[in-house]
């Protein structure tokens, strides 16, 4: 069974840092794009960052020059790093990845994990 689990999620001050994990564990034969998406309260699920199989990046306006989405392919790992944390980066953050069993893609999701930055 595949898996996305999450670490590194807590309460930081603004102008902060914090750096979120997220490694796939379970039997699959690759991954194609991992990438964090957040949901603040009473609002919509909202892409953060992307992170191609090659390393290519995709990031959204609000976060850009603050955030930096990496991944380490042999540990089927993705980060993000977030600098210069806004009250407003407060969500819930969630992992997602498009993984392979060898016959299809399919998305996967982790359990998510809280970011809260104080003012």
């Known amino acids: 069974q595949v898996q996305l689990v999450e670490s590194g999620g807590g309460l930081v001050q603004a102008g902060g840092s914090l750096r979120l994990s997220c490694a796939a564990s379970g039997s699959f034969f690759g991954i194609n794009a991992m990438g964090w998406y957040r949901q603040a309260p009473g609002k919509q699920r909202e892409l953060v960052a992307t992170?191609?199989?090659?390393?290519?990046?995709n990031y959204v306006d609000s976060v850009k020059g603050r955030f930096t989405v990496s991944r380490d392919n042999a540990k089927n790992t993705v980060y993000l790093q977030m600098n210069s944390l806004k009250p407003e980066d407060t969500a819930v953050y969630y992992c997602n990845a498009d993984i392979s069993n060898g016959i299809r893609f399919r998305e996967y999701w982790g359990q998510g994990t809280q970011v809260t930055v104080s003012s």
């Open positions: 992170i191609t199989s090659r390393g290519s990046t």
